[in-house]
Structure formats: structure tokens, C-alpha cells
Nanobody, 123 residues
Framework: QARLTEFGGGSVQAGGSLRLSCLASGYPFSRYSMGWFREAPGKTREGVAIIARDGSTNYADSLKGRFTVSRDSATNTLYLQMNNLKPEDTAIYYC?????????????????WGQGTKVTVSS
């Protein structure tokens, strides 16, 4: 059964780093585009980063230079490296999958989601 499972959330001070992982069982990266999204308290879910099935990447403008998305096809694991974290990065982070090519941050275009992992950044 295909499943997305996120790991690596936690609490960190501002300026610190975290690396999130998403084990994407049943989602071969050659066929699926993968995304990271986040949902902060009281806010709507927003796109963070996408790595399309061809390996091309897309980032939210406000996060460019601090966040990096990558994937390991051998282990079918998606990663999100987050550096210089800020309190406004506090949110639940979700990985998502969609069959085919997807480059845009449209949550409705991603039918499959993980359960999320919580990131808390303190000042």
C-alpha cells in the first residue's frame, strides 16, 4: 500500500537547521512529482518546495536560499533541508505526491499526503 511518512520535525532555535525526511513507499520518483507544504496555526496550507519527476525544483519565493528539496531514488526518500530557520517557519510540514509532472503549488493537484511533522522555531 502506498504511503507517505514524514520524519525529522522538532523544536529548534531561530537560526538553526532541520532536515525533514519523507519515506515515499509506493511512489517511484521517476513517475511522481513530490512536494513539501506547510500549515501554520491559523493559516492556510502553502507550498514550500516541489521536485518534479524530472528532477526540476520549484521553491516558494520567500524560502529560496534557505530551503533545499532533494530526493534519493534508491531509498525512495524525499528530503527538505531547512537552514536559518525563523519563528515564522513554525508549522506542520507535509509531503505530498502526484502522478506525473507537477511544478506548481496547487494543493488540489496533489492527491496523496502524509500525516505531517511539526516544526517549532523559537526566538
Amino acid at each position: 500500500q502506498a504511503r507517505l511518512t514524514e520524519f525529522g520535525g522538532g523544536s529548534v532555535q531561530a537560526g538553526g537547521s532541520l532536515r525533514l525526511s519523507c519515506l515515499a513507499s509506493g511512489y517511484p520518483f521517476s513517475r511522481y512529482s513530490m512536494g513539501w507544504f506547510r500549515e501554520a496555526p491559523g493559516k492556510t496550507r502553502e507550498g514550500v518546495a516541489i521536485i518534479a519527476r524530472d528532477g526540476s525544483t520549484n521553491y516558494a519565493d520567500s524560502l529560496k536560499g534557505r530551503f533545499t528539496v532533494s530526493r534519493d531514488s534508491a531509498t525512495n526518500t524525499l528530503y527538505l533541508q531547512m537552514n536559518n530557520l525563523k519563528p515564522e517557519d513554525t508549522a506542520i510540514y507535509y509531503c505530498a505526491a502526484t502522478l506525473g509532472y507537477q511544478y506548481e503549488f496547487r494543493t488540489l493537484s496533489f492527491p496523496d499526503w502524509g500525516q505531517g511533522t511539526k516544526v517549532t522555531v523559537s526566538s
